[in-house]
């Protein structure tokens, strides 16, 4: 993967700048206008309203071939090949720990340094992955 691009206002993370921009765009603007009309959540693009729908879907087009498992989207099968592979080529300066991306090398180097750089706009708690903001409040 190239490089992940984090938007300063909320942390959020993404793959492409491309990406970072759309979000900065629905960010400034908060418009909203493409409603799932299943749970009535709200998106600024049509394309992350389909995507969304999925969700909602107990379609799963996308297969692993080397164990079968199917998943709903082609990007989530990407994530989860990786699984498959038993080769650990990025290794933690600080312990050691080995691991099969370079991305989740990045993410658990943070435990070391100390730096939290998510932070929860309820309650003002930081941590040092994304994931952990939404799964606290």
Same mark, same amino acid.
């Given at each position: 993967?190239?490089?992940?691009? /984090?938007?300063?206002?909320?942390?959020? &993370?993404?793959?492409?700048?491309?990406?970072? &921009?759309?979000? @900065?765009?629905? %960010?400034? %603007?908060? #418009?909203?206008?493409?409603?799932?009309? %299943?749970? $009535?959540?709200?998106? %600024?693009?049509?394309?992350?309203?389909?995507?969304?729908?999925?969700?909602? /879907?107990?379609?799963?087009? /996308?297969?692993? #071939?080397?164990?079968?498992?199917?998943?709903? #989207?082609?990007?989530?099968?990407?994530?989860?090949?990786?699984?498959?592979?038993? $080769?650990?080529?990025?290794?933690?300066?600080?312990?050691?720990?080995?691991? &099969?991306?370079? $991305?989740?090398?990045? &993410?658990? #180097?943070?435990?070391? @340094?100390?730096?939290?750089?998510? $932070?929860?706009?309820?309650?003002?708690?930081?941590?040092?992955?994304?994931? @952990?903001?939404? @799964?606290?409040?």
């Amino acid at each position: 993967m190239r490089g992940l691009y /984090s938007f300063q206002d909320c942390g959020k &993370r993404f793959r492409r700048g491309r990406d970072l &921009r759309t979000h @900065s765009l629905g %960010v400034q %603007v908060k #418009e909203k206008n493409h409603v799932c009309n %299943v749970c $009535e959540k709200g998106f %600024v693009q049509t394309s992350a309203l389909s995507a969304h729908m999925s969700t909602h /879907s107990d379609d799963r087009p /996308s297969r692993c #071939e080397a164990c079968g498992k199917t998943l709903k #989207e082609k990007i989530t099968l990407n994530a989860h090949q990786f699984t498959h592979i038993s $080769e650990k080529r990025f290794t933690c300066d600080t312990c050691g720990k080995q691991l &099969r991306r370079r $991305e989740t090398l990045q &993410r658990y #180097e943070l435990i070391h @340094s100390g730096v939290q750089p998510f $932070e929860c706009s309820v309650c003002r708690m930081k941590f040092n992955q994304s994931c @952990s903001v939404t @799964s606290t409040c």
